[in-house]
């Protein structure tokens, strides 16, 4: 059955990687399995037809066969779960990894997102400059104890996994900021993400889309 997931028609970024679709992308190559995209304005995402597929009206979903799904940790839980490459073998190893996926979306996301909110939604308000660096260290705070946890070692839990996806994905969304390069293990980390082959296919992938087009307003 042919995997097809949904994608920004011009993505926000611009195609440089911090979109959703490109966790899955890259879950999908590291994988080896083929996928189909659609892309979807923004104007289409609040629109029934994705609302069906989402309905929050985000992107990403996937779709094979009957079965759709969205949420970026559901989807590539279900994909390292039927596909070998993103969960190691052992049972003890894998529950390991999947509270790391838990712990990207969970405990290190939220402020960064939070940050995004505060500079893009809610920049022309009075209290932006004041509550910017409030947000900004709740994000250093997170990356501290990561930061600590991790040490010199090359990934979350003994080899890469699904949990090294998801957080490096997370981590990702902070370069443009600075903050990620405070922390020099971490950003050392997340280059060993993205010098992955998977990896370099899926940002491929999503460049090759956006990089002509004006970025989203």
Not at 89 to 106: G, H, K, S, Y
Not at 129 to 145: C, N, S, T, W, Y
Not at 167 to 174: E, H, P
Request: with cysteine.
């Amino acid at each position: 059955m042919t995997i097809t997931i949904t994608a920004f028609e011009r993505s926000p970024d611009g195609g440089m990687g911090l979109a959703r679709d490109t966790r899955v992308r890259w879950a999908l190559e590291e994988v080896g399995q083929p996928y189909e995209v659609r892309y979807v304005a923004h104007s289409a995402m609040k629109e029934p037809a994705h609302l069906r597929l989402q309905p929050f009206g985000q992107i990403p979903t996937y779709e094979e066969g009957e079965l759709v799904l969205f949420e970026t940790g559901a989807i590539i839980l279900h994909l390292a779960q039927h596909h070998a490459g993103l969960l190691p073998d052992d049972a003890n190893a894998r529950a390991r990894a999947i509270m790391w996926m838990f712990a990207a979306v969970n405990s290190v996301e939220p402020p960064i997102l939070e940050l995004v909110t505060v500079k893009f939604v809610e920049g022309d308000k009075p209290w932006c400059k004041e509550r910017m660096p409030l947000v900004a260290d709740r994000i250093r705070h997170r990356f501290g104890q990561l930061s600590a946890r991790m040490g010199d070692t090359e990934w979350l839990d003994g080899a890469f996994s699904a949990g090294d996806l998801m957080m490096v994905s997370v981590l990702l969304r902070t370069k443009p900021s600075g903050i990620l390069a405070e922390f020099p293990n971490l950003a050392a980390y997340v280059a060993r993400g993205e010098a992955r082959d998977a990896y370099k296919r899926a940002f491929a992938a999503q460049w090759a889309v956006n990089a002509a087009k004006p970025v989203a307003s």
